[in-house]
């Protein structure tokens, strides 16, 4: 058996393990539930997470394209429709 023939098989050999190696360490990120979120989020990450299920809401009942803003140097969360127009009922 010549050098060259042992240098191959030894890269070969070197690059098939590495790739068994990545792909068995390679894992699937378990799903976080809404709770698990809430428990472990900031208060900023909770108020744009209920200022977005607001807006989520505000969709279902008045469809349209909603914007959410939470402002925190003027301590304001708001939620308004793009294009819509207001109606008084």
């Not at 279902?60 to 127009?85: Q, S």
């Amino acid at each position: 058996m010549n050098r060259r023939t042992v240098l191959k098989g030894g890269l070969v050999l070197a690059v098939t393990s590495h790739t068994a190696i990545a792909d068995s360490a390679i894992a699937e990120p378990s799903p976080m539930s809404v709770d698990d979120f809430l428990a472990n989020a900031t208060p900023a990450e909770r108020a744009q997470y209920h200022a977005n299920a607001l807006a989520g809401a505000m969709n279902e009942i008045h469809p349209g394209t909603y914007e959410v803003k939470v402002d925190h140097d003027f301590r304001l969360a708001i939620v308004w429709d793009l294009g819509g127009k207001a109606v008084k009922s």
